[in-house]
Every structure is written in structure tokens, then in C-alpha cells.
T-cell receptor
Framework: DSGVTQTPKHLITATGQRVTLRCSPR?????VYWYQQSLDQGLQFLIQ???????AKGNILERFSAQQFPDLHSELNLSSLELGDSALYFC????????????????FGPGTRLTVL | GENVEQHPSTLSVQEGDSAVIKCTYS??????FPWYKQELGKGPQLIID?????GEKKDQRIAVTLNKTAKHFSLHITETQPEDSAVYFC?????????????FGTGTRLTVIP
């Protein structure tokens, strides 16, 4: 158990709908990362938050957005869903933005499996 | 941006044999290289990592080697056991202000045959 929790575990919805995925980082971790894992794309970085502020963006669609709240949990909002959005969505957390000269370890949650029908 | 390639995509070995998975990266400024193991229905779990100031790191049956000149790094698992069966991902990261995200390879499905 990594200490990172994600809810829900499974989500089934229809095209055009909007969903919210939730992540609680490990106790003490300030950075949260969202990754998408699909069969043909592997693990793709979406977005990173540090202590409530957006820090880096990857291949995140405009239909997707995220935020990190004062209690450090994060939510990933996916809207106008398409069939191609079906994937596993992982949240990871780390202690700091970049601890020391080498950064720090990212711990992954169990993921949310999103199925868009 | 960084591009990480991983080979092979699938690997089957007999229990007790060794397994080697190789990755190459494109960004010479990358300086942190973790390996993750993902079991069915679970999130990726860090098993070992290496930073660019060392060429090799070992933890029991698992070792990682890094060749900065050639921009490739490898995972070595010795005396494989059935519980080693999983998907393994390599990743690379370049330290830069404000961003800490990982770039992943496409994964290797390792099957250890009892």
C-alpha cells in the first residue's frame, strides 16, 4: 500500500458526460501528479500540482482540468467525455516539488478505471 | 521533450533464470531513472531507481545499470520467481524548476514460468 488513495475505483459513464476523480496524497506529500494509462499509449503525464498551485502540464486535453485543495487532495475533472477517454487514471504524490538536487520518489495510487460507453 | 523507449514488450523466462529489460532515453539532461512494477489491477510500484551520478545500483535480486554516454539503462532480475511476473516500466526525469514529472517507457510484460 503506497499511502495514496483514489476514488472511485471504477467509473462507467456515457459519452458527453462529466466525471470527477479524486486523489488523496500520502501524508506529508505536497506534490500531486496525474497520469493516464491507456492500452496503446502507456503511462502519460497529464498535470502536476504543488501545494495548491499548478506546476507542470503534459498531454492534458482542454476538456480535462484539475485542482489541488488546501487539504492537499486533488481532483481531476473530465468533461465532454469521448470513447477514447476510457483508460486508467493514476494519481501519484511526492514529498516536495524537487527535494534537493535530485528530486524525490513518486508513489502511485491504485488508479481509477474509467469506461466511457 | 523526453522520449523513452523500452524493449522487449514481452519477456518469458523459466523460474530461476535471469531477465533483462532495456530502455533508452533521448534527453541527455535526464538524471533520474526509476523502475516501476505494476501487477494486475494495481498502481505502479517503485522497485529501484538510479541517479546519473552512479553507474549501477543493486538491491537483492534486482539491479539497474546506467550508461549516460549511450543514454540507456537496464533492469536486471536474477533468480526469477513466479511472483516477479508483472509489467515493468522504466522512466526518466529531468530535474527542472517547477516540474518533476516522469516520462515512461511502454512497458515490458514479464512472465516467469514455474
Amino acid at each position: 500500500d503506497s499511502g495514496v488513495t483514489q476514488t472511485p475505483k471504477h467509473l462507467i459513464t456515457a459519452t458527453g458526460q462529466r466525471v470527477t476523480l479524486r486523489c488523496s496524497p500520502r501524508s506529508g506529500d505536497l506534490s500531486v501528479y496525474w497520469y493516464q494509462q491507456s492500452l496503446d499509449q502507456g503511462l502519460q503525464f497529464l498535470i502536476q500540482y504543488y501545494n495548491g498551485e499548478e506546476r507542470a502540464k503534459g498531454n492534458i486535453l482542454e476538456r480535462f482540468s484539475a485542482q489541488q485543495f488546501p487539504d492537499l487532495h486533488s481532483e481531476l475533472n473530465l468533461s465532454s467525455l469521448e470513447l477514447g477517454d476510457s483508460a486508467l487514471y493514476f494519481c501519484a504524490s511526492s514529498v516536495t516539488l524537487a527535494g534537493g538536487p535530485w528530486g524525490d520518489t513518486q508513489y502511485f495510487g491504485p488508479g481509477t478505471r474509467l469506461t466511457v460507453l | 521533450g523526453e522520449n523513452v523507449e523500452q524493449h522487449p514488450s514481452t519477456l518469458s523466462v523459466q523460474e530461476g533464470d535471469s531477465a533483462v529489460i532495456k530502455c533508452t532515453y533521448s534527453d541527455s539532461a535526464s538524471n533520474y531513472f526509476p523502475w516501476y512494477k505494476q501487477e494486475l489491477g494495481k498502481g505502479p510500484q517503485l522497485i529501484i531507481d538510479i541517479r546519473s551520478n552512479v553507474g549501477e545500483k543493486k538491491d537483492q535480486r534486482i539491479a539497474v545499470t546506467l550508461n549516460k554516454t549511450a543514454k540507456h539503462f537496464s533492469l536486471h532480475i536474477t533468480e526469477t520467481q513466479p511472483e516477479d511476473s508483472a509489467v515493468y516500466f522504466c522512466a526518466a526525469r529531468r530535474e527542472k524548476t517547477g516540474a518533476n514529472n516522469l516520462f515512461f517507457g511502454t512497458g515490458t510484460r514479464l512472465t516467469v514460468i514455474p
